[in-house]
C-alpha cells in the first residue's frame, strides 16, 4: 500500500512555549526545527510514503520542504484558521489529487522511525479504518491514518484520541488505536524532553542528537531537568514496544 503523508506545522518561533522555563525562544525553534526535519526525513525515504506535504507559513517552511523533496502548502492558501480546519482542509485537496489514504501526523516526534510508518501502514491494510496513533498518556493524538471514506472529524485538542474514535464510531468505522514508542513521544512540556534526552544517551541519531547531544545546549538542559522533581515514569507512561491496542 502506497500513502500520502501530512505535515501541519505552526509557526517556528511560537512554538514549544511550555518549554519557555527551560529554553530561550531562539533554542525553542531550533528545536522545533530539528524535530519536524527528523520527521520529514523519515517520511521522505519510506519506500511506501508517496507523497509528503507540509502545510506551514513559517518562513522556513518552503526550505525545508525542497530540502526534503516533499511538497509545500501555505497555510494561508487554505483560508481557514485553527488546526482542525487546516487539517480537514488538507484532506479535501489531497483527496482530490489522489485517492490514497493520508496519514496525518505531527512535527514534533523526534523519535519517529520508519518501522512506525510500517507498522500504521500494516494496521490500515488489516484493518481498513481509522488507525489512532495516541500518545504516551493514552489521551491525545499524535497520528491519524485513514482512507477518504474511513476519515472522521478532527478533535485534536483535549482528549482527541477518544473524540476520534467516538466520531469513527458514529460513522461506523473499524478503529484500532496503537501507542508506539515512536509515534507516543511529542514534545511539549520538561517531562517530555526528559524522555527524549534520555533516547538520545542510548545512541538515536538524526537532527534532534545533532543539536542536544553532547552540545553545551545539551548539557544545560540535562543539567536543568536534573534539578526539577525526579521521578520514574508511571506505568501508564511508559512506553510500550510492542505498540498495539485495539478498541
Known sequence: MQVQALVPLKDLVEAKSRLSGLLRPAERRSLAQAMVEDVLSVLAQHPQ??????????????????????????????????LNAVIHRSCDKLFELSEQPVIVLHGDLPALAAADITAVIGAMVKNKGLIVGCDRHGVGTNLLAFAPASRPEFSFGADSCARHCASARGLGVPI??????????????????????????????????????GTVLGDRISAQLASLEPGAPSSTERDNSEGVMTQ
Not at 53 to 79: F, I, N
Not at 179 to 203: F, H, S, T
Open 49 to 82: 510514503v508517496c507523497m509528503v506535504t507540509l502545510v506551514s507559513d513559517d518562513p522556513s517552511a518552503a526550505m525545508l520542504a525542497a530540502k526534503y523533496g516533499v511538497r509545500h502548502w501555505q497555510e494561508r492558501s487554505l483560508e481557514c484558521r485553527g
Open 176 to 213: 484500532r488505536v496503537i501507542q508506539r514508542p515512536g509515534i507516543a513521544l511529542d514534545i511539549d512540556e520538561p517531562r517530555d524532553l526528559a524522555i527524549l534526552m534520555k533516547k538520545l544517551e542510548e545512541g538515536r541519531q538524526g537532527h534532534c542528537a545533532q543539536l542536544l547531544s
